[in-house]
């Protein structure tokens, strides 16, 4: 049985897939909408579209994975080769959304848009090195496995 906080995590991941996708989707329409109030949004609709577009998809592509890693969880089997491919996946995602905001670097520079590309860069090399742990952890399971 899987605690409260785990129960509640995979539920917020959910809702955050699916509103991740609508949101992506939305893109353009939210980006026409906010250049009423913003005259560069309003001049670079389609650059930025495509710029955040691209990362919402990846972003969305993250959390599918992290949804895959928590029914391993909630099923008690979280050393299983899926769970380190979906770690290197995520790894992927986040180098290359940091790659996509450093596009957004020749439209403009703003500290949070280095911080961005900061937080993904960390975030992909922390999904990268788990899982190679989790692939050691893996491979030490199945052999204490077949010891047994």
Not at 55 to 61: C, E, M, N, P, R
Request: charged letters at 15%; one cysteine or more; glycine letters at 4%.
């Amino acid at each position: 049985m899987a605690d409260k906080l785990t129960v509640f995590t995979k539920g917020l991941l959910d809702f955050m897939y699916f509103a991740g996708i609508i949101v992506t989707v939305s893109v353009p329409l939210i980006i026409t909408g906010y250049g009423k109030y913003n005259s560069y949004f309003a001049r670079n609709v389609v650059s930025l579209s495509i710029i955040f577009i691209l990362s919402g998809i990846f972003a969305v592509l993250i959390i599918r994975e992290l949804r895959k890693i928590f029914k391993s969880v909630l099923a008690n089997d979280c050393f299983i080769h899926r769970n380190v491919t979906s770690l290197d996946k995520m790894g992927t995602y986040s180098f290359l959304i940091a790659l996509i905001t450093c596009c957004r670097l020749i439209l403009y520079v703003t500290p949070a848009v280095l911080i961005v590309i900061l937080v993904f860069v960390i975030a992909g090399l922390f999904s990268k090195v788990l899982s190679r742990v989790f692939d050691i952890a893996v491979t030490y399971k199945l052999e204490n496995d077949l010891t047994i």
